[in-house]
Structures are given as C-alpha cells and as structure tokens.
Nanobody, 119 residues
Framework: VQLVESGGGLVQPGGSLRLSCSASGSIFSISVMGWYRQAPGKRRELVATITSGGSTNYADAVKGRFTISRDNATNTVYLRMNSLNPEDTAVYYC??????????????WGQGTQVTVSS
C-alpha cells in the first residue's frame, strides 16, 4: 500500500493550487484521509481531514481558504488551496487511516509535496 501525492509547486501570494493524493495497493477500507504540513523548523501540523462519509475538519489557519474533498471510488483525496500566502509554505503530507486486505487499520503517509508561496 502506498500514498502518492502530486500538485505542489511554486505559486505567487494570492494564488491557488490543488493537491491530490491517491492510495493504491491491496486496500480493504479507508477511514479518515487528510493533509498535514510541515514548515522548516516547525512541527508537522494538521491542515484538514475528511471521513469516508464526507465530514470535514480544518485548521483555523486555513478555514475559508482551503477545501478538502475525496473520491471514495478511487481512494483519492484532494486539497484545493486558495488565497495562498507565504505562511502556507511547507511540505504537505497526505495521511490515511487505512486497513489493507491483509492487516490491521493504521496510519499511512505519503512522501510529501513541496508548496512554496513567494513572489
């Protein structure tokens, strides 16, 4: 099982990006999927999560600017980021509470994708 992220890059302040993360492999079920980020010299922090039923949760710093969504049919989670500012610069990691076909439910992480907001 692996999580693969895409969609990061360099964007100007006020711009937008969309991140994608697809889970692949022998998957039995996925509960919560989410995005976390880690800026240089800082701890990894929650950005947003979404349950299999579509309930969402956001960090206060991104409420109203970021939108998390999910396609259960393809085991993909998205993060639409609008009105980006330099404080959003970080490596963004995908996370999933996932049960593989042969195994138990636990956390899986993607490799991370860099988002840089700069003029």
């Amino acid at each position: 099982v692996q999580l693969v992220e895409s969609g990061g890059g360099l964007v100007q302040p006020g711009g937008s990006l969309r991140l994608s993360c697809s889970a692949s492999g022998s998957i039995f079920s996925i509960s919560v999927m989410g995005w976390y980020r880690q800026a240089p010299g800082k701890r990894r922090e929650l950005v947003a999560t979404i349950t299999s039923g579509g309930s969402t949760n956001y960090a206060d710093a991104v409420k109203g600017r970021f939108t998390i969504s999910r396609d259960n049919a393809t085991n993909t989670v998205y993060l639409r980021m609008n009105s980006l500012n330099p404080e959003d610069t970080a490596v963004y990691y995908c996370n999933a509470d996932l049960r593989p076909v042969a195994g138990y439910m636990h956390d899986y992480w993607g490799q991370g994708t860099q988002v840089t907001v700069s003029s």
